[in-house]
């Protein structure tokens, strides 16, 4: 099994940005696709973007797309989330996921990573 550590959330002002980082152990990282997903206070956890196992395909919720993008390093099992222009209703608690599989990249993640919180202030 894959474990799953977000770092990077804080606090930032509208317009700002952040990166998020997930580190994975275990050595089955590259073969998995990797998602990003946020739960705002009182609301379900969307997804937001997913990356293929080599990086080749990537896939975005219309809410962030433009603003927000996916990245993969393997060799360092670790997968990335720059977010640009944010808006207050970007804060939310985000968490990486992952799953075998290209199929519907925005559901059915098999493991979950803790959560970083993401606030931005108007």
């Known amino acids: 099994q894959v474990q799953l550590v977000e770092s990077g959330g804080g606090l930032v002002q509208a317009g700002g940005s952040l990166r998020l980082s997930c580190a994975a152990s275990?050595?089955?990282?590259?073969?998995?696709?990797m998602g990003w997903f946020r739960q705002a206070p009182g609301k379900e956890r969307d997804f937001v973007a997913a990356i293929s196992w080599g990086g080749s395909s990537t896939y975005y919720a219309d809410s962030v797309k433009g603003r927000f993008t996916i990245s993969r390093d393997n060799a360092k099992n670790t997968v990335y989330l720059q977010m640009n222009s944010l808006k207050p209703e970007d804060t939310a608690v985000y968490y990486c996921a992952g799953k075998r599989g290209w199929s519907d990249p925005s559901k059915s993640y098999a493991f979950w990573g803790q959560g970083t919180q993401v606030t931005v202030s108007s």
């Open positions: 275990g050595r089955t990282f590259s073969s998995y696709t």
